[in-house]
């Protein structure tokens, strides 16, 4: 695996497949916002890799190595469209021997940023929404933003949306949700949903009152970010439904969907359960899942 780098900026990992190519190209903008390096990676990982070991053909190994080799110089051309012809974001490549999950994991701590697609091919396509997303999500040290093949053109004045519910995971994404919409120039949307099978029963007026400590908490838990960010726009909103339908519907009219990866009931309690496969399985716009560093 790969030593610690700290100036691996953003990474993307590829396979040459469409979701791979809608990673490539959305990592390219990010760096390219950020001024950070943009570094390419495929993971090239043999039957020797698994266990049982199984028995292959030296010319398998070739195959997949110049496959990978491929998919990196193809991904770096879609890359090169998108950044700035000044040369101030650099492109790294990297070609490494290893589970996709564990060189994902290990480049994190050198990384912004990691970014996947939602389906490719080989190892890494039938681990994408499975086994390397979901070992990525709940391991990484920093962000990772998961991309579709098939989402929509993104507009580029449309809002960032964030889910809110006061936990450190959801400080956690709230930070990066203000970084990212100021950043690319657009307000953000605040939601914060209460799910309506933990309050069905309860009388209206109760609803009321916890509707109006909702409102207090949301913007408590918004206002120091406010600060830090004035040229951001905020739109708060509290409702009384499922987190996970909420963010797919007000995601239909945003540009990038933020989560925390843990959290305490409401949106992020459930992250990586069934929320978390709701939403990404459901969210067309790139989802961005924040994680802490490996200091924290």
């Known amino acids: 695996m790969s030593a610690p780098d700290q100036h691996r900026g953003i990474v993307v990992a590829v396979d040459g497949s469409p979701a791979s190519d809608a990673a490539a190209t959305w990592a390219a903008h990010e760096a390219s916002m950020r001024k950070v390096p943009l570094t390419v990676v495929h993971a090239v ?3 020797t890799a698994t266990w049982p ?8 190994a070739v195959r997949l190595e110049d496959e990978g080799k491929k998919a990196i110089m193809h991904a770096i051309k879609l890359a090169k469209e998108v950044l700035p012809e000044d040369g101030t974001v650099t492109i790294n490549r990297e070609l490494v021997y290893s589970s996709p999950a564990l060189t994902l994991i290990d480049m994190s701590d050198g990384a912004e940023m990691i970014v996947m697609g939602t389906a490719g ?13 979901s070992t990525v999500v709940r391991h990484a040290h920093c962000p990772v933003a998961v991309v579709h093949a098939d989402g929509p053109p993104s507009v580029q004045d449309a809002p960032v949306l964030v889910g809110v519910d006061g936990s450190p995971a959801s400080e956690l994404a709230v930070g990066v949700a203000f970084d990212e919409a100021s950043r690319r120039g657009v307000a953000l949307t605040a939601l914060h ?4 099978i933990a309050i ?3 009388p209206e007026a109760d609803w009321s009152s916890l509707e109006a400590e909702a409102h207090r908490s949301l913007a408590e838990n918004l206002a120091g970010w406010q600060e830090r960010y004035p040229d951001v726009t905020v739109q708060r909103l509290v409702v009384r439904d499922q987190p996970a339908r909420q963010l797919a519907e007000k995601s239909e009219t945003a ?16 992250l990586l ?3 978390s ?3 990404l399985h459901s969210v067309r716009v790139p989802v961005i899942v924040a994680r802490p560093p490996a200091s924290a």
């Open 255 to 270: 540009q990038l969907l933020v989560v925390g990866s843990h959290g305490r009931g409401g949106l992020t309690g459930l």
């Open 273 to 275: 359960g069934s929320v």
């Open 45 to 47: 990982t043999t039957p």
């Open 121 to 133: 091919r080989g190892l890494l396509a039938r681990g994408v929404l499975g086994s390397v997303s």
């Open 200 to 202: 069905n029963d309860l």
């Open 193 to 196: 949903a209460w799910s309506d």
């Open 277 to 279: 496969n709701a939403v």
């Open 53 to 60: 070991p199984v028995p292959y053909p030296d010319s398998l």
